[in-house]
């Protein structure tokens, strides 16, 4: 299914001003991508959206729905109060089964909603009602929603609490700027680990901030990735998803991946590729 479907509602704190929700699916979506006015205005909603993560960025969005466009149509839901946007939803269908899921998939850490401040309810509402009508008998997951999503109205609004699985998770942060931190690496334990490792051989921590340095390195740290992930949940990312190198390629040339790796004599004996947030948050 592709095109443009448009529903309006009127605003009850802005009287006189009908809210205006749009449907993208498709290469309508797609096209809209390229669109700077829409970009622009996609970025001031996502800095003022104090729930917002990365993975509801335009750039993170875009860089996914060019290349997995063959695994999964992109849907883009857009709210405007006059000819300001004031809401916006992205998500996928995939072609593989009966779901729509935010953007990003399994590849991103959090799925949510950006919207203003008077409309964060009310318009993700709407958003899922014209999702529902054009696309009935699929389920919709968002999974996981970040910290400060506005959820109340699903225990307050009858209809989503009837119609919606909400469940809570506990998912674990370090805080890298607690006076404490340092603390840690006077411990014991850390001392006799890195000493163990020191009588190994030559151990070298280096942060990767070039595409050349990753180029040379990402086919290691894939089968290691790989290996580990199919040893412990029998599953190979990288193998099973042929756009996945190429996909983390792309956000490091955005500058949205931090990547750093331990090495010995040489060798990478661990690294961890992150995607850089808002906020100096750094997920993953």
Not at 226 to 233: I, S
Request: include cysteine.
């Amino acid at each position: 299914m592709e095109g443009t479907f448009t529903d309006t509602a009127s605003n009850v704190l802005y009287p006189g001003v009908e809210e205006k929700i749009e449907i993208k699916v498709g290469e309508e979506a797609i096209r809209i991508l390229y669109d700077e006015k829409f970009i622009a205005e996609w970025d001031t909603l996502y800095h003022v959206c104090s729930w917002a993560t990365v993975f509801q960025a335009a750039t993170y969005t875009n860089t996914w729905y060019k290349l997995y466009k063959k695994h999964y149509i992109p849907i883009l839901i857009t709210s405007y109060r006059g000819n300001k946007l004031t809401g916006l939803l992205n998500l996928s269908v995939s072609l593989q089964q009966l779901e729509i899921t935010g953007t990003g998939a399994s590849d991103a850490y959090y799925h949510t909603w950006l919207a203003e401040e008077y409309n964060k309810e009310s318009f993700i509402k709407s958003a899922l009602d014209i999702v529902r009508e054009h696309f009935p008998g699929y389920n919709i997951s968002l999974f996981q929603l970040p910290p400060h999503t506005p959820v109340a109205w699903l225990e307050t609004d009858k209809k989503w609490r009837d119609l919606a699985v909400f469940k809570s998770y506990d998912r674990p942060i370090v805080d890298l700027t607690h006076p404490e931190l340092p603390k840690l690496f006077t411990k014991k334990q850390y001392k006799e680990n890195c000493n163990r490792l020191k009588r190994l051989g030559e151990v070298t921590f280096e942060h990767i901030t070039n595409m050349d340095q990753l180029s040379d390195i990402f086919d290691e740290m894939m089968d290691q990735f790989d290996f580990r992930k199919g040893a412990t949940l029998n599953i190979l990312p990288f193998r099973s998803d042929p756009h996945k190198k190429d996909f983390l390629m792309e956000l490091f040339q955005l500058k949205l991946l931090h990547v750093v790796v331990l090495k010995m004599n040489n060798r990478i004996v661990a690294s961890l590729i992150a995607t850089i947030g808002k906020d100096k948050w750094v997920h993953g």
